[in-house]
T-cell receptor, first 117, second 113 residues
Framework: AQTVTQSQPEMSVQEAETVTLSCTYD???????LFWYKQPPSRQMILVIRQEAYKQQNATENRFSVNFQKAAKSFSLKISDSQLGDAAMYFC??????????????FGKGTKLSVIP | DAGITQSPRHKVTETGTPVTLRCHQT?????MYWYRQDPGHGLRLIHY???????DKGEVSDGYSVSRSKTEDFLLTLESATSSQTSVYFC????????????FGPGTRLTVL
């Protein structure tokens, strides 16, 4: 079974600075997807960014980018120019692309990010 | 916005009572999911559906049942609620090509006393 580990339960960053959240995963598969979801105090789960394992290029969405290291099974999220609205729980998630089964997401336990004005 | 609603949004109930949570989607997605979120555990899959009347178990299915009689509705039932089922419940849909991504409803906070 796949596992996802987020080793930083809490992190903080100064407004306008850059922060990197870590995620590692364990899998024997070669094809899969990785995601970062944001959960603000409103509780809504919001997709931040996704990465297909077959793509070598790191995904980028505005101020959010990832560092995907397939051999190391690492998938970190970098937030640039941090804003107060970035304060939230961030979850890393893995999804198999085996072509069968539920396409379920396996989540890490989350990292709580605080942004200091 | 993937057009997902959940009802109720909040519920308090007593141990031993039956509870049904509803997930409704408006965009005809084939796959639907129920997850629960607990502190220190992230989200864990309870059950999922891959079509009308087609459902299967997830990681933490004990004590839960589901039904899907229409494409747009996916129901989660706790036949006899226990305090260990106090949690936040999220419904999700899988949006296929080209994004192939799961999008979540707003969640239901359930408290079992």
């Amino acid at each position: 079974a796949q596992t996802v580990t987020q080793s930083q339960p809490e992190m903080s960053v100064q407004e306008a600075e850059t922060v990197t959240l870590s995620c590692t995963y364990d899998t024997s598969e070669s094809d899969y997807y990785l995601f970062w979801y944001k959960q603000p105090p409103s509780r809504q789960m919001i997709l931040v960014i996704r990465q297909e394992a077959y793509k070598q290029q790191n995904a980028t969405e505005n101020r959010f980018s990832v560092n995907f290291q397939k051999a190391a099974k690492s998938f970190s999220l970098k937030i640039s120019d941090s804003q107060l609205g970035d304060a939230a729980m961030y979850f890393c998630a893995y999804r198999s692309d085996s072509g069968a089964g539920s396409y379920q997401l396996t989540f890490g336990k989350g990292t709580k990010l605080s942004v200091i004005p | 916005d993937a057009g997902i609603t959940q009802s109720p949004r909040h519920k308090v109930t007593e141990t031993g009572t039956p509870v049904t949570l509803r997930c409704h989607q408006t965009e005809n997605h084939r796959y639907m999911y129920w997850y629960r979120q607990d502190p220190g555990h992230g989200l864990r899959l309870i059950h999922y559906s891959y079509g009308v009347k087609d459902t299967d178990k997830g990681e933490v299915s004990d004590g839960y049942s589901v039904s899907r009689s229409k494409t747009e509705d996916f129901l989660l039932t706790l036949e006899s609620a226990t305090s260990s089922q106090t949690s936040v419940y999220f419904c999700a849909i899988r949006q296929g090509f080209p994004t192939d991504t799961q999008y979540f409803g707003p969640g239901t906070r359930l408290t079992v006393l």
